[in-house]
């Protein structure tokens, strides 16, 4: 089977480098039908259940590459991968955080057109091997006669096994977008739902709180930060404001801002 074939040549998988629990959030704010499946130890797998580039005017890539950036913005602290195809072309485009996105592209007949060096900057940004994963890598960006785009896909998740990808049975890139939701919701993949904001903006507290920057954005150390920006605010905003120094008067402002929002924060989540 190569990269055109199936009822609907065009087709994405969104591949995040996270468990289903944290990308569900910002995979939910996107308010697109999508299906979510865990795909392995801490990989998540998000299928397209609509093809918006069918009816919007954009191509998949265009389209795929904006949901990957907007996840990776959001996420901030793992990154995606889109892998994409149509009829002239298949390739994968890897967002990370506010970096600048890495692609890759192949002709459907697998001819390699992207630059080496971005492949390389694909396995630094997935911290993949060095050595091992970057050798495997190569012969996808050089020519051959017998591996198309679908393959060169093929190629990519075989690497990224290595880090613990497992897609789900049957769910194979290059096959059409029909096939894939199909499979996906065989393999009981989650259908989501776009909660409202309410619901939506909770969620993604949730998913900060839980992070590395949690204790200091809820609790007691929240409580202890936000009097100390107090305690250092006050003075210096009376100082500033006392020796006619607007520079001194807006940093106390903004420590005693950030001080008040932390406590009211800390207070109202806490209810």
């Known amino acids: 089977m190569n990269a055109t074939s199936g009822s609907s040549p065009s087709g994405a998988l969104l591949l995040c480098r996270a468990d289903p629990s944290a990308v569900r959030p910002p995979a939910q704010l996107l308010r697109e039908r999508l299906l979510l499946a865990p795909a392995g130890d801490d990989w998540s797998v998000l299928v397209p259940e609509g093809k918006p580039w069918l009816h919007?005017?954009?191509?998949?890539?265009?389209?795929?590459?904006g949901w990957a950036t907007a996840l990776a913005v959001s996420a901030a602290t793992w990154p995606v991968l889109a892998l994409w195809w149509d009829r002239d072309r298949a390739g994968l485009t890897?967002?990370?955080?506010?970096?600048?996105?890495?692609?890759?592209?192949?002709?459907?007949?697998?001819?390699?057109?992207?630059?080496?060096?971005?492949?390389?900057?694909?396995?630094?940004?997935?911290?993949?091997?060095?050595?091992l994963d970057v050798q495997a890598l190569e012969p996808l960006t050089r020519p051959d006669p017998d591996a198309d785009a679908?393959?060169?896909?093929?190629?990519?998740?075989?690497?990224?096994?290595?880090?613990g990808l497992a897609l789900p049975t049957g769910l194979v890139p290059g096959d059409s977008a029909d096939r894939l939701r199909s499979v996906a919701l065989a393999q009981g993949a989650e259908q989501l739902e776009w909660p409202g904001w309410r619901d939506a903006v909770r969620a993604e507290l949730d998913v900060v709180e839980e992070g590395p920057l949690g204790p200091?954005?809820?609790g007691p150390k929240a409580r202890v930060l936000g009097g100390a920006q107090l305690a250092a605010g006050v003075p210096l905003l009376i100082w500033g404001i006392g020796?006619?120094?607007?520079?001194w008067a807006t940093a106390g402002a903004l420590l005693v801002a950030h001080g008040a929002l932390g406590l009211v924060y800390d207070r109202l989540r806490d209810r």
């Open 150 to 163: 679908h393959s060169r896909l093929v190629g990519i998740v075989a690497v990224l096994a290595r880090a």
């Open 216 to 218: 200091y954005l809820r």
């Open 243 to 247: 020796r006619r120094s607007g520079g």
């Open 56 to 65: 919007g005017g954009e191509p998949v890539e265009q389209v795929v590459t």
């Open 94 to 131: 890897l967002a990370a955080g506010f970096r600048r996105t890495v692609g890759y592209t192949w002709l459907a007949d697998g001819t390699p057109v992207g630059e080496d060096e971005a492949m390389r900057t694909f396995a630094a940004r997935l911290a993949l091997d060095p050595v």
